[in-house]
Nanobody, 122 residues
Framework: QVQLVESGGGSVQTGGSLRLSCVAS????????MGWFRQATGKEREGVAS??????TYANSVAGRFTVSKDNAKNTLYLQMNSLVPEDTAVYYC?????????????????WGQGTQVTVSS
């Protein structure tokens, strides 16, 4: 099993920035995909960004504003969020997939963090 712990959420005004972190521990496979997802109240969980080795993908809604990065030495995944808007308000989750080729389906990820709240006010 892999344990994931997110941190860095909070409340900001429109245009503000936040940086999320996700520390992974446990039985981490050398071939893995890690990603950020978010779930707004009353909506389904959606993918935000993922990283596998040097391959990085973003949802259209965050491309150009968010940057995902990974420090393999620290087993830590980051999400730098800039130019935040109220539509970014959600609980943000870190997820781990054991294997190659980041899946798009939420249900295929093996492990999840507890989530961290991000609130953007206008």
């Amino acid at each position: 099993q892999v344990q994931l712990v997110e941190s860095g959420g909070g409340s900001v005004q429109t245009g503000g920035s936040l940086r999320l972190s996700c520390v992974a521990s446990g039985n981490i496979d050398s071939r893995n995909c890690m990603g950020w997802f978010r779930q707004a109240t009353g909506k389904e969980r959606e993918g935000v960004a993922s990283v596998e080795d040097t391959i990085v993908t973003y949802a259209n809604s965050v491309a150009g504003r968010f940057t995902v990065s990974k420090d393999n030495a620290k087993n830590t995944l980051y999400l730098q969020m800039n130019s935040l808007v109220p539509e970014d308000t959600a609980v943000y989750y870190c997820a781990y997939f054991r294997g190659r080729l980041c899946p798009s389906a939420v249900t295929r990820y093996n492990n999840w963090g507890q989530g961290t709240q991000v609130t953007v006010s206008s």
